[in-house]
């Protein structure tokens, strides 16, 4: 079975940059396509993008967009989730799950959480000064 572990979140100033790390065990990566996920308290997860099974597709939130890169490299099984210009609005728990549903296509389906399965347990990224 799939498991997934996230690492890489913190404290870090608005401007600021982080790097989050999606990495899996107990199956290839080369047949999952990656989303990443977010939830603030008291607000719904929020997709924040994915990532296609072989890396070379992907689709992110408007909010994101220009500002936050999904990478992929199956051969360490990890999934990264590359941040810059970080707004104190970033501020969530930043999980990633998987899904064998072609998400990558629309934005919709990628931003979709009831597409994936596998949920890591997250890890906190606060952004503030």
């Known amino acids: 079975q799939l498991h997934l572990v996230e690492s890489g979140g913190g404290l870090v100033q608005p401007g600021g940059s982080l790097r989050l790390s999606c990495v899996a065990s107990?199956?290839?990566?080369?047949?999952?396509?990656i989303g990443w996920f977010r939830q603030a308290p008291g607000k719904a997860r929020e997709g924040v993008g994915c990532i296609s099974n072989d890396g070379e597709s992907t689709n992110y939130a408007d909010s994101v967009k220009g500002r936050f890169t999904i990478s992929k490299d199956n051969a360490k099984n990890t999934v990264y989730l590359e941040m810059n210009t970080l707004k104190p609005e970033d501020t969530a728990i930043y999980s990633c799950g998987a899904t064998q549903v072609i998400v990558t296509s629309t934005q919709q389906a990628c931003l979709q959480p009831l597409f994936y399965a596998n949920w890591g347990q997250g890890t906190q990224v606060t952004v503030s000064s």
């Open positions: 107990g199956l290839s990566l080369d047949d999952w396509n």
